[in-house]
């Protein structure tokens, strides 16, 4: 995993700045604003539409420079937004970047419905479950509810939004998503969006040992306090590790395993006792996680 950097550009005056292609980000993100705005707002605006011309909405404001972490933030494209600069005085000599990870993100549209009702339900399966929704337009008077269905069949409410220009984000896994709006009027002008993102989970678990085999030595009672211990099957190299329990003996005694006696195919060992004939110990032998 490596990290990306990005500059978001400033407009030429106030407005939004140039949008940003920031998709292979991953969640955690920091944004870091330098240099002078006096008097003036810089607000950081995301959105999840293709071609960045889509629904922006806020994501933070800085009044001064400052870094500032944002973690499991999903985003498509982000720029900047000045309000309050005056020309030609005082100086505006401003700069906005951010950074994170190359995780990356995956984002889908939700379909808004002909009026009120269920919009046509999308398939999220391959999204990660750290979402970041934005909601754009305009829908005076109603509400869009994002709901969520594991089944494609029944469908459960998310959150409901009954103001624009918004974005959250939550954790959620889902099979299908769409939204439902209701309280729309056909005499008011409806211009509602809603789009996901969703940061791309991790293609790999947890580390497990590897080249694992588990094996018991039957003693003949000639060992002596020190033996080679030979492994059924040989190791690919000498880099593994011995775990080792008692099976039935005729007396307890304690076992040490000598690591620099290591072969492929076997490995030394020392006792307090002398095995008895026909003592069990059990040996597991493995590679450790990397």
Not at 53 to 82: C, I, W
Not at 180 to 202: E, H, L, M, Q
């Amino acid at each position: 995993m490596a990290n990306q950097f990005f500059n978001l550009p400033m407009p030429v005056l106030n407005g939004p700045g140039a949008a940003v292609d920031v998709s292979t980000l991953g969640g955690d993100k920091t944004i870091v604003v330098a240099g002078q705005f006096p008097g003036a707002t810089i607000t950081i605006e995301l959105s999840q539409d293709a071609g960045g011309a889509g629904a922006y909405a806020p994501l933070t404001t800085f009044q001064s420079g400052e870094t500032r972490r944002l973690g499991d933030v999903a985003a498509r494209y982000m720029r900047v937004n000045v309000a309050g600069r005056k020309t030609p005085l005082p100086v505006f000599a401003a700069n906005a970047d951010v950074g994170g990870n190359d995780m990356g993100a995956r984002f889908a549209v939700l379909p808004m419905p002909a009026l009120n009702g269920a919009g046509a339900p999308v398939d999220v399966s391959a999204l990660g479950s750290a979402c970041t929704f934005v909601i754009g337009g305009e829908f005076p008077g109603a509400a869009i509810t994002i709901e969520v269905s594991e089944d494609g069949t029944d469908y459960a409410p998310l959150k409901t939004i009954s103001d624009y220009g918004r974005q959250f984000s939550t954790v959620v896994t889902g099979n299908f998503m769409r939204v439902n709006v209701r309280g729309r009027k056909p005499i008011v002008t409806f211009t509602g969006s809603c789009s996901v993102g969703a940061i791309n989970d991790p293609v790999s678990g947890p580390s497990l040992p590897s080249n694992w085999q588990s094996f018991d030595y039957v003693a003949t009672g000639l060992e002596g306090q020190s033996f080679t211990v030979p492994i059924p099957v040989a190791q690919p190299d000498a880099l593994y590790q011995v775990r080792y329990s008692m099976g039935e003996v005729f007396r307890q005694f304690t076992l040490v395993w000598l690591p620099a006696s290591r072969l492929v195919g076997a490995f030394d060992v020392e006792v307090s006792t002398e095995p008895h004939e026909g003592d069990v110990i059990h040996f597991d032998v493995f590679n450790p996680p990397p």
